[in-house]
C-alpha cells in the first residue's frame, strides 16, 4: 500500500494561564519544557474544590486523547523503551519492559492516587475550554480551534502552549504521524485521482484543507514553511502555530511501525481504559 502524506503532527503542553496565576505559580512560557515530575507537582496543587463541596471543580493535568497510544507512547520512549519490536509484531519484552511499566505507572498514579486527572471519558478540550483544566498535552490543532471560538476572543481567559514534556533524565520525544491519501489500484480514473491526490498533498490544495478544514499540519515542507511568513501566524495565539511547526523536528516518533497496527492500538486502548478511571465508575 503506498499513499501520499497529507499531514504531519506533534503535541504541545497547553496551558490556562489564569489558573496557573490564581495558584500563584510560575507559567510557563512557549520555549519552555516541562518535566513529568514537574507536571505531577504542579497538577496536584492547580487541582482544586473551589467551593468544598467535595467535587473536583478545577483539574490540574490530562491529556487530549486519554487512551490513544499515539498521545501516550511518547512517555515510554523519553525513558529509552520502544513501541513495539524491531520486526513491527513483537511486543514482548517491549510493553513489558521497565521503561512502559515505569511511564505507565505515572499514568495511572495521575488518575488514582494524585488524582489531578479527570476521568478517562471526560471531553478534555472542551474541559479545557471550559477553563476548567490547567494543563493539556494536545495536537496544534486546538489552537486554531482556541483562537477562533466566540468568533475570535476566544474562551474567555488567557491562555498559551508550552513544549511537550520528557521524563527527568529521559530523552525529549515527541508524538508526530498522521493522514495520508492514495488511490485505489482499480481506480477506472487513474489520471483524475493521481491529479487530486497531488492537489491535497501539495501547494494550494494542502493550504486550503489546513487553513479552512481540518487544521492538521501539511505534510509538504513548503506549505509548512508558511506559518514561519504568513502575517495570519505572527501575533496572538495563532503565533503558537510557529511553536509547533518548530516541535514537530525535535526528535519526532513515529506511531508503531507494524502491519497490525489497528489491533495494537484497540488492545493498548482497553488497557489503558482499565488503568484511568472512567466517570461510571
Known amino acids: 500500500m503506498i499513499a501520499a502524506p497529507q499531514f504531519t503532527s506533534t503535541q504541545l503542553l497547553f496551558i490556562n494561564k489564569e489558573l496557573f ?10 520555549d519552555d519544557r516541562l518535566t513529568y515530575e514537574q507536571i505531577a507537582d504542579l497538577a496536584q496543587q492547580l487541582t482544586q474544590d473551589t467551593d468544598g463541596d467535595g467535587v473536583t471543580d478545577s483539574w490540574g493535568f490530562t491529556w487530549e486523547q486519554t487512551i490513544r497510544i499515539y498521545q501516550l507512547q511518547a512517555m515510554a520512549e523519553s525513558l529509552g523503551g520502544q513501541a513495539i519490536g524491531d520486526d513491527g509484531l513483537t511486543v514482548e519484552g517491549v510493553i513489558n519492559a521497565q521503561p512502559w511499566v ?5 499514568y495511572s498514579k495521575a488518575f488514582n492516587d494524585w488524582k489531578f486527572a479527570p476521568p478517562s471519558d471526560v471531553n478534555a478540550p472542551e474541559l479545557f475550554a471550559q477553563g476548567k483544566l490547567a494543563m493539556m498535552i494536545a495536537g496544534p490543532w486546538q489552537i486554531q480551534r482556541y483562537s477562533t471560538l466566540n468568533d475570535g476572543p476566544g474562551p474567555g481567559f488567557e491562555w498559551g502552549v508550552s513544549r511537550h514534556p520528557y521524563f527527568e533524565g529521559g530523552e525529549i520525544v515527541t508524538p508526530t504521524g498522521s ?3 492514495g488511490i485505489n489500484a482499480n481506480s477506472k480514473n487513474m489520471e483524475a485521482a493521481m491529479r487530486v491526490v497531488n492537489w491535497f498533498t501539495t501547494s494550494k490544495g494542502a493550504e486550503l484543507w ?6 492538521d499540519f501539511p505534510a509538504q515542507k513548503s506549505v509548512l514553511a508558511l506559518f514561519q511568513t504568513d502575517p495570519q501566524f505572527q501575533e496572538g495565539t495563532f503565533a503558537y502555530i510557529k511553536v509547533a511547526a518548530d516541535e514537530a523536528t525535535v526528535n519526532p516518533v513515529p506511531r ?4 497490525g497496527f489497528l489491533e495494537y492500538e ?5 488497557t489503558f481504559d482499565d488503568r484511568s478511571p472512567s466517570r461510571s465508575m
Open 256 to 259: 508503531a511501525l507494524t502491519p
Open 102 to 106: 515505569d511511564a505507565f505507572t505515572d
Open 266 to 270: 484497540q488492545i493498548l486502548q482497553t
Open 179 to 181: 493522514w495520508h491519501i
Open 21 to 30: 496565576e490564581q495558584a500563584g505559580l510560575p507559567v510557563p512560557g512557549p
Open 210 to 215: 489546513w487553513r479552512k478544514a481540518s487544521g
